[in-house]
């Protein structure tokens, strides 16, 4: 999912790099003082996500989580997935410095639509909570994969066919992430509500 | 408070610690090397998983094409140094949606074979470069991004 250096020309680069920016800058501002440190919780998942691999044809997909992290932090989780990508590519030189910003864009924009989708339906009951995480999981994936297909059509002009390359490499990732989305918010909702940001859960309590 | 601690530290765990055992790089790397007048190429995503029937783009310093091939289920390509070449080779190993890379070759490695030395030389540079991530640099990233959120801590409540 990471785009490599050289792939994109300079346009697209600068339009992730100027998103990218402005999302980060509403997500830093809208992060409240108590969720920093899920905050942190959930971008060291994302920065470790992408070391587990499925081999799929000439290319390689992993998980990328970015479902679960947007779901539970909004916009929270562009500044998140914009420090773990970041991290990723001088550590593990996963994807070029110069795509960080459409990375980001790629990854972090269906995560903050997944939150408003589904967030209100974490909570409801057992089957909704988890069925709200798996679909987070999967949609994550399948906007990424749409987007990425976007990104590169600019140098390939051929949006379909790429994007359906892509979108048949993550159908794996898609449904061991929706799984592990359903799971992860069910057990969280038990043992560790407050990371959920839920109005509705508040009150309760 | 302590039990809230003990929270955090279980939530790390589950999703930090669990995924670090599967670690697997996850970068693309061409290598090359020349050879009696033939130019050998390996290709993979790192840690041994070879980049399977992936274009690989010949061109001169200008960027012009002079030679195009396909590596095989290992991961390697071969083809030999193309004629009238007078510049620097660069090799792209194109892998597939946004995966991409590149080695290149000197002009002077194209005329003299080099030594065994060298190829040794390049052979470490390109383990290197496989290499999976080493447990150290993701406990340093994990350690960095808590860093950087209690630097965001504190801002907040300096502004507030």
Redesign the interface.
């Known amino acids: 999912?990471?785009?490599?250096?050289?792939?994109?020309s300079g346009p697209v680069l600068a339009s992730g790099a100027v998103l990218a920016m402005a999302g980060t800058a509403i997500g830093?501002k809208k992060?409240d003082?108590d969720q920093?440190?899920h905050?942190?919780?959930?971008?060291?998942?994302f920065?470790?996500?992408?070391?587990?691999?499925v081999?799929v044809?000439?290319?390689?997909v992993?998980?990328i989580l970015n479902g679960i992290v947007g779901l539970l932090l909004g916009f929270a989780a562009i500044p998140a997935i914009l420090?773990?990508l970041l991290?990723?590519s001088v550590?593990?030189?996963?994807g070029g410095l110069t795509?960080l910003g459409i990375n980001v864009v790629v990854m972090a924009a269906p995560a903050v639509l997944v939150h408003y989708l589904f967030l209100p339906l974490l909570g409801k009951s057992p089957t909704l909570t988890f069925v709200a995480g798996f679909l987070s999981g999967i949609l994550s994936i399948l906007c990424s994969s749409l987007l990425?297909g976007l990104?590169?059509w600019f140098t390939n002009k051929n949006f379909f066919e790429?994007s359906l390359?892509?979108i048949t490499?993550h159908i794996p990732v898609m449904i061991i992430e929706g799984i592990i989305t359903g799971f992860?918010v069910s057990?969280?909702l038990k043992?560790?509500p407050?990371?959920i940001p839920l109005k509705s859960y508040g009150e309760k309590k | 408070m302590s039990a809230?601690i003990k929270?955090?530290f279980?939530?790390?765990f589950?999703?930090?610690m669990i995924?670090?055992s599967?670690?697997?790089?996850?970068?693309?790397i061409i290598f090359a090397w020349v050879e009696n007048g033939i130019i050998y190429t390996q290709s993979s995503?790192g840690s041994k998983?070879k980049?399977?029937?992936?274009v690989i783009t010949v061109m001169d310093e200008k960027g012009v094409i002079v030679h195009k091939g396909q590596t095989d289920l290992e991961g390697n390509y071969s083809f030999k140094i193309p004629e009238k070449i007078d510049s620097d080779l660069i090799l792209k190993l194109d892998?597939?949606?946004?995966?991409?890379?590149?080695w290149r070759i000197a002009k002077n490695e194209l005329v003299t074979d080099p030594s065994t030395k060298d190829i040794q030389a390049a052979r470490e540079e390109k383990e290197k470069?496989e290499e999976s991530?080493s447990i150290l640099?993701?406990i340093?990233?994990?350690g960095?991004?808590?860093m950087?959120?209690l630097a965001?801590?504190f801002l907040?409540?300096k502004i507030?």
């Open positions: 999912m990471h785009i490599s250096e050289g792939v994109l830093l992060i003082y920093i440190v905050v942190a919780i959930l971008a060291s998942a920065f470790v996500a992408s070391l587990i691999h081999n044809g000439p290319a390689s992993h998980l420090t773990a991290l990723q550590f593990f030189q996963y795509a990425l990104a590169l790429t390359v892509i490499a992860c057990f969280l043992v560790y407050e990371i | 809230q929270q955090i279980i939530l790390v589950i999703f930090v995924p670090a599967f670690a697997f790089a996850h970068k693309v995503f998983r980049a399977k029937n992936c892998a597939g949606t946004g995966h991409q890379a590149q470069l991530p640099k993701i340093g990233g994990i960095i991004i808590f950087l959120a965001v801590k907040k409540r507030s």
